[in-house]
């Protein structure tokens, strides 16, 4: 995965970090590229974190959030919906089902013996 790939990861699920956002300290990046920061996207979106700059005096500006656990629960919700896709396909061709029956037209497999009423 590339540097660009990961930012994007950490924007769209507003995460930081594999556990949180100290996972960015002591790593290469952070000690010679960002000149001790983290990254942007470790920011929270909005307008009232627009000044965010990743210094780690500026916490209360950060996704504090691990991205590890954003993930296994997108895949859970995932499952979730694959489960429900499933049980709307099974519901659906009941349905369908019901719609054949109830639209076929009767066969009268049977002869009546006698005309005569009987009352």
């Known amino acids: 995965m590339s540097l660009l790939q990961s930012q994007l990861l950490l924007f769209q699920l507003q995460c930081c970090g594999v556990q949180n956002y100290t996972d960015w300290i002591g ?32 916490k209360h500006l950060f996704n504090t959030q691990g991205c ?12 979730a919906m694959l489960i429900v896709l499933a049980f709307a396909i099974v519901k659906f061709f009941g349905m369908l089902g019901i719609c054949v029956l109830a639209c076929k037209k009767e066969n009268q497999g049977y002869q009546s013996l006698s005309t005569r009423v009987f009352a």
Do not use: I
Request: glycine share 6%.
């Open 27 to 58: 790593t290469r990046w952070f000690n010679t590229v960002s000149n001790h920061t983290l990254p942007l996207s470790c920011c929270k979106q909005g307008p009232a974190f627009k000044n965010c700059t990743g210094q780690l005096s500026e």
């Open 68 to 79: 590890e656990k954003m993930m296994d629960l997108g895949q859970l919700l995932n499952y």
